[in-house]
């Protein structure tokens, strides 16, 4: 028999469960997170207030990394286009600017002169959604985080620069490994998102990073 070809069809028939019950798991989370805030807002068991967030905040976790999960599935089709960065991180703006304020830094833009390139803008939004959140959540109040397109020796560069606290070496090192987080309620499922978004757009994920803040780049071939 041939191993390494049933050693792959296994690998799919996991991605593709993973992928469905992930779905059906998130139907009946939705309906409980409802009654929840039904009861919430009634203020019934008034006296379990507290209790009652937690379970919905616990709730939106498990969401999340349901969401993200999904996401790494490899079997997962993308939509490749014609399209601008720009434009994408124009029409997440406003998102990402209430992100910001909600958490107390200024969010810039210098958006340069940059061509079309391929890509999937789902995905990219993604992308940038992660990138933008790990940076906030690394950057004290009151912190700066920079959103910036530009052309560099034939490839289109986003980059996502915080002045954040910068990433340790032993943090660094395994960066992208699924569930490596630091954060109390973290998922550690944005990094591996982003590589493997990343890989399928034939691009490069970079970082720099240091005592003064981090500059994560994504670098886009030009066709
Ligand atoms: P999560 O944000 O849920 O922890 P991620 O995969 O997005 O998971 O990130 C993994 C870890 O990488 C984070 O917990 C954090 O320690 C580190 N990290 C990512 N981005 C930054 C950043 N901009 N500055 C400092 N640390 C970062
Ligand atoms: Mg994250």
Known sequence: ?????????????????AASIGHEIRNPLT??????????????????????????????RTNAIITEFLSLAKNK???????????????????????????????????????????DKKEIRQLLLNLVRNA?????????????????????????????????KDVLDKLGIPFLTTKEKGTGLGLPVCYRIVARHNAKLEVVTGSSGTTFYVKFKLP
């Open 1 to 17: 028999m041939d191993n390494a070809l049933s050693r792959l069809d296994r690998l799919n028939l996991v991605g593709e469960m």
């Open 31 to 60: 309906t409980v997170r409802g009654y929840l805030q039904l009861f919430q807002r009634k203020q019934m068991y008034a006296e379990h207030v507290n209790q009652f967030q937690i379970m919905i905040e616990e709730l939106d």
């Open 77 to 119: 089709t993308v939509a490749f286009e014609s399209g601008s960065l720009n434009e994408i991180i124009q029409a997440l703006l406003p998102l990402l600017q209430a992100d910001a304020l909600h958490t107390g830094h200024e969010l810039q833009t210098e958006m340069g002169e940059i061509p079309a390139i391929k890509l």
């Open 136 to 168: 906030l959540e690394a950057t004290p109040p009151g912190g700066k985080v920079v959103i910036k397109t530009e052309c560099q020796d034939g490839n289109v560069v986003l980059f996502v620069q915080d002045t954040g606290c910068g990433i340790p």
